[in-house]
C-alpha cells in the first residue's frame, strides 16, 4: 500500500525557513515523479515543486519559484520540501505525492493517495 507520511510543518514568522519531510512507504521513491503540493484554506489545491524522474530536472510553481528547493533521498525514501523566505501566503497544508509527469508545460494528475499533511502557518 503506498502511503506517504508528511512532517516538519510548524508556525514561523515572514522571512523564516522550514524544511518539510516526507517518508514513503510501500514502493521506492527512486524511478517516479514526485511533488509537494499545497492547500490554503479556501482554495484549491496546488503544485509547489516537482522532481521529474523523466530528465532529472525539478520544477516550481510560480510562487515558489527561488524560494523552495524540492530535496530526494533515495536511501531514506523520503523527500524533502526547503522552504526559505517564508511569507504569510505561503500558509497552508502540505502534502507530497507521486504524480505523472512534471514540465514546463504542465503536470499530471496526482496518484489519489494522499497523507495527512503538514501544516505551515507563516504569521508575525
Known amino acids: 500500500e503506498v502511503q506517504f507520511v508528511e512532517s516538519g510543518g510548524g508556525t514561523v514568522q515572514p522571512g523564516g525557513t522550514l524544511r518539510l519531510r516526507c517518508a514513503a512507504s510501500g514502493f521506492s521513491l527512486s524511478g517516479y515523479t514526485i511533488g509537494w503540493f499545497r492547500q490554503a484554506p479556501g482554495k484549491e489545491r496546488e503544485g509547489v515543486a516537482c522532481f521529474s524522474s523523466g530528465d532529472e530536472r525539478t520544477y516550481y510553481g510560480f510562487s515558489a519559484e527561488g524560494r523552495f528547493t524540492i530535496l530526494r533521498d533515495d536511501a531514506k525514501n523520503t523527500m524533502y520540501l526547503q522552504m526559505n523566505s517564508l511569507k504569510p501566503e505561503d500558509t497552508a497544508v502540505y502534502y507530497c505525492?507521486?504524480?505523472?509527469?512534471?514540465?514546463?508545460?504542465?503536470?499530471?494528475?496526482?496518484?489519489?493517495?494522499w497523507g495527512q499533511g503538514t501544516l505551515v502557518t507563516v504569521s508575525s
Open positions: 505525492n507521486v504524480v505523472g509527469y512534471c514540465s514546463n508545460y504542465g503536470w499530471g494528475r496526482p496518484v489519489d493517495a
